[in-house]
Each structure stands twice: as structure tokens, then as C-alpha cells.
């Protein structure tokens, strides 16, 4: 391995790489050796994200994805399988707030309504992409990561996947579920060698809440709640799926890696 690269002669998929969080592992991932696989449901912007990798020296690939379609999860990875000839890191990053998409600026402190006020299709539409997608990626990903020898799944679940607010339920309940069922896969894969992790972030700086963080109020309490004083950045979460993708983290398993400035410790 070359000194300071830790995923030289590792292949990852990345999901929601087009941006944010997704965006910033995934090139992460190429500076760190790997080839990178990212998808996304945004064409142009995922396409730059590619380029941005090769003009840095590094090996990536885009590819259209809804994270609901089983059809999609098993041709992403055949096209890992056939393009790179394996599949050792899976990030599930692709993720809902659940938010009115047209709206700018969030006028409350959540981004999604109060149980009594979410529709059904709200509610299936936020599990449907953050929990279902998960659980569909994971599966697609294990037989690719058999034939490997072992691999390493990285869930994105939230800090709102440990503790609950006064709102938006189905972002808490998509996001809890991807906890738990990060722990019953890592149980059940660890005789193949295959690690699955879910990690937690806090309030980051991201399109997903850049109309939260536009309202001066929301901003100012989600700051305050934070002891470390600062918005996270999608590169401190990216640093975190970068340690469990790599062999550093070859004996962890069904753990939470939560980085939130230290909101949850209150």
C-alpha cells in the first residue's frame, strides 16, 4: 500500500455521492486508492464529482440510482463487479429529510411535520429511501462481498437514529431502523468477513440542511445544543466512513461511530 493511502486495491459504492456527505467520502474514498463507484438520482452533478476524482489522480465512475429499486441495487453492483472485478466497501449516504423540496428556508426547528400532521405517503416515501434503500444496498452488496473475502458496510444513520425531538417521526423512526438493522447484518455476515457500521452524524452543513441552517433561530439552537461550537462539515463525516472502509477498523463490527460535536453527550 502506498504510505498514507489506506483503500489501494479496494472498489466502493457510494450512494448520494453526487453531493454533501456522499460527495465528499466519495472523493475521499479516490484520494485514499479506491475505486469509486458513486451513484446518485443527480446525472450532472454526479457526473462532476467523477471528474473532480480523475483530475485528482483518482479512479471513479457514475451511476443513475433510485435506492429503491431492487433492479438498480443488482446492476450497480454487477457493473462494481465487472468494471473493478470486486466489491469491498458499500456507503448507504443516499438519505431524505423529509422537507417540502421547494422550500428555501425551514420555518420551524424540524424539517418534517408532527406525527399528527404526516400523511402516509410522506411517511413510506421518507422510510422507502432511508431505511428500505438501506436494507435493499446491503443485500445486493453481500454476495459481491462473499466472493471478495470479506468487505465493509457503512450505513448512514443520524444522531436522530439514537435520541428523539419534538418532530418529524419519520426521519427518526428511517433513521432508528438503520441502527438496528446495521447490528442484526453485522451479526449475521461476520463469519464471511464482512463488518456493517452505522455512523451517526450531528448537525452538519449540507444541501440536505441548508434551509434549516438559512433560519437564523434553528441555526442559533442548533448551535447552542452543540458543545463543540461548530457545524460539522461533510468531510468530518467523510473522515469517519474512511476509517471504517479501511483495514484500521478491521475489528469493528456492529458499532455506532457517532460524530456530532459532542450534541448527544448533553
Not at 476524482?53 to 443488482?74: K, L, M, Y
Not at 484500521?248 to 456492529?254: Q, R
Request: net charge neutral; glycine share 12%.
Amino acid at each position: 500500500m502506498e504510505p498514507g493511502k489506506r483503500l489501494v486495491d479496494k472498489v466502493a459504492i457510494v450512494t448520494g455521492g453526487a453531493s454533501g456527505i456522499g460527495a465528499a467520502t466519495a472523493r475521499l474514498f479516490g484520494l485514499h486508492g479506491a475505486a469509486v463507484l458513486l451513484t446518485d438520482s443527480n446525472v450532472p452533478l454526479g457526473k462532476s464529482i467523477v471528474q473532480e476524482i480523475a483530475s485528482a489522480g483518482g479512479t471513479a465512475a457514475f451511476a443513475e440510482q433510485d435506492v429503491r429499486s431492487e433492479a438498480r441495487w443488482e446492476a450497480i453492483v454487477a457493473q462494481a463487479e465487472k468494471d473493478y472485478g470486486r466489491v469491498d466497501i458499500l456507503c448507504n449516504i443516499a438519505g431524505i429529510s423529509g422537507r417540502d423540496p421547494k422550500q428555501n428556508i425551514q420555518p420551524g426547528p424540524t424539517a418534517g411535520p408532527r406525527l399528527a400532521d404526516q400523511t402516509l405517503e410522506h411517511w413510506n416515501r421518507v422510510m422507502e429511501i432511508n431505511s428500505t434503500g438501506v436494507y435493499l444496498g446491503t443485500r445486493a452488496a453481500i454476495p459481491a462481498m462473499q466472493r471478495a473475502g470479506g468487505g465493509s458496510i457503512i450505513n448512514i444513520s443520524s444522531i436522530c437514529g439514537i435520541v428523539g425531538s419534538h418532530a418529524n417521526a419519520a426521519y427518526h423512526a428511517s433513521k432508528g431502523a438503520v441502527r438496528l438493522f446495521s447490528k442484526a447484518a453485522a451479526i449475521q455476515y461476520a463469519p464471511d468477513g464482512i463488518r456493517v457500521n452505522s455512523v451517526h452524524p450531528g448537525f452538519v452543513d449540507t444541501p440536505m440542511t441548508a434551509a434549516g441552517h438559512a433560519n437564523p433561530e434553528v441555526a442559533r439552537k442548533r448551535l447552542e445544543a452543540t458543545p463543540l461550537g461548530r457545524f460539522g462539515t461533510p468531510q468530518d463525516i467523510a473522515n469517519g466512513c474512511l476509517y471504517l472502509a479501511s483495514d484500521d477498523s478491521s475489528w469493528v463490527t456492529g458499532t455506532e461511530l457517532v460524530i456530532d460535536g459532542g450534541m448527544t453527550a448533553n
